[in-house]
């Protein structure tokens, strides 16, 4: 059994920082990549962020320049550093990883909001 399980979210004032973070638990063999998706209400799940075991970063254009990914392949963690956060990024946001036979596990999500 695979647990994520992700910490960091809550309330913060536009323009605001929070870091999200992710630990990878269980029987989990070699994770290529480790993924934040958000969802806010009423829209898709959307990949906002990812790292890879060779540190190749993807980031979608609503984060670019605002938040950071890094990734501990070895303790399997993952952070998402988020900054000059907008009303707009207000979702559940949700740890993936992915193993090397290409499996997918999700966490359970972890709410912010951004909001005066």
């Known amino acids: 059994q695979v647990q994520l399980v992700e910490s960091g979210g809550g309330l913060v004032q536009p323009g605001g920082s929070l870091r999200l973070s992710c630990a990878v638990s269980?029987?989990?063999?070699?994770?290529?990549?480790m993924d934040w998706y958000r969802q806010a209400p009423g829209k898709q799940r959307e990949r906002v962020a990812a790292?890879?075991?060779?540190?190749?970063?993807y980031y979608s254009d609503s984060v670019k320049g605002r938040f950071t990914i890094s990734g501990d392949f070895m303790k399997n963690t993952v952070l998402l550093q988020m900054d000059s956060l907008k009303p707009d990024d207000t979702a559940v946001y949700y740890c993936?990883?992915?193993?090397?036979?290409?499996?997918?596990?999700w966490g359970q999500g972890t709410q912010v909001n951004v909001s005066s």
């Open positions: 269980g029987s989990v063999f070699a994770i290529t990549t």
């Open positions: 790292i890879t075991t060779e540190n190749s970063t």
């Open positions: 993936h990883a992915r193993d090397f036979r290409d499996f997918g596990f």
